[in-house]
């Protein structure tokens, strides 16, 4: 099929009339659209949900183990000058 022969097949087609759309497409897309958005709106909720437990998490663990300070030595040092 050469180019003259694609577009006018192209043509053809979009010539054509649209076939008809269902009368309650309208409905069924909103009704679906609702539905992915409340569990969007509800994994994004989930999703922040989690993310400040575990920053409550970490702040208490924090608090309560203080990775920051050096633990207490185990060993005495050597006595010297006695």
Do not use: C, K
Not at 54 to 63: I, K
């Amino acid at each position: 099929m050469n180019r003259p022969q694609r577009e006018a097949a192209a043509r053809r087609i979009m010539e054509r009339t649209p076939p008809p759309v269902p009368p309650d497409l309208y409905v069924e897309a909103v009704r679906r659209g609702g539905r992915v958005l409340r569990r969007r709106r509800a994994a994004a909720r989930l999703m922040w949900l989690l993310v400040f437990a575990a920053a409550v998490a970490f702040t208490v663990w924090a608090l309560t183990a203080q990775p920051w300070v050096e633990p207490p030595s185990e060993t005495t040092p050597p006595l010297m000058g006695w």
